[in-house]
């Protein structure tokens, strides 16, 4: 299975995707949790993305589609989460996938209002400290979501190949929306 997994911050994206991945047996390759691995690590790579994740600004188009290029090789199932967030990058996933003959089965788009997830991830920032989930930060990400995100989200809206859930639900509904929607698309747990 090959899933891609859509929603703003705090839309619980991860939660989700993570157990995806644990049902399905595919990887979870949450491109976030990549940046804060480097960061942690101290790599070259953790150097250059820091400042630009704690502005909670995007990392530049071509070193995604580099990273995910080479995160995606050999792999024949995935759950992406993070990836594509601008146009550009979905372009470049699509080719990629495209190139060998290995499409998306579906894309899921997990729907809440900036008031939740404003809620939640000044919550989570009290739970887990991310430096990018400081008010402006956050502020940031929304804005970017909304004006770089939404258009990859309608692109795939367009192509009729999004399937929406709503995100305000439980963990365990949303789990369950979703499960019926890979059900739909002929997945098996
Ligand atoms: P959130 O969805 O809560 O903003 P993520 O954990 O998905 O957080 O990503 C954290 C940060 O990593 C982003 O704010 C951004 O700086 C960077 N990042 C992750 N994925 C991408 C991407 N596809 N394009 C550009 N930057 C990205």
Known sequence: MRILILGPQGSGKGTQAKRIA????????????????????GSELGLRVRPILERGDLVPDDLMVELIRARLAGEDGFVLDGFP??????????????EIGKPLDVVLLLEVSDDVSLARLLGRR?????????????????RLYHELTEPVVERYREEGRLVAVDGEQTVDEVAGAIEAALEQVGAQA
């Not at 979870?28 to 691995?37: I, K, L, Q, W, Y």
């Not at 009290?126 to 929304?142: C, K, S, V, W, Y």
């Open 126 to 142: 009290a739970a887990e400290g991310r430096t990018d989930d400081a008010p402006d930060a956050i502020r940031n990400r929304l």
């Open 85 to 98: 967030r601008t146009v550009p990058q979905a372009e470049a996933l699509d080719a990629m996938l495209d």
């Open 22 to 41: 644990g049902a399905y047996g595919v990887p979870h390759v949450a491109t976030g949790d990549m940046f804060r691995a480097a960061v942690a690590d």
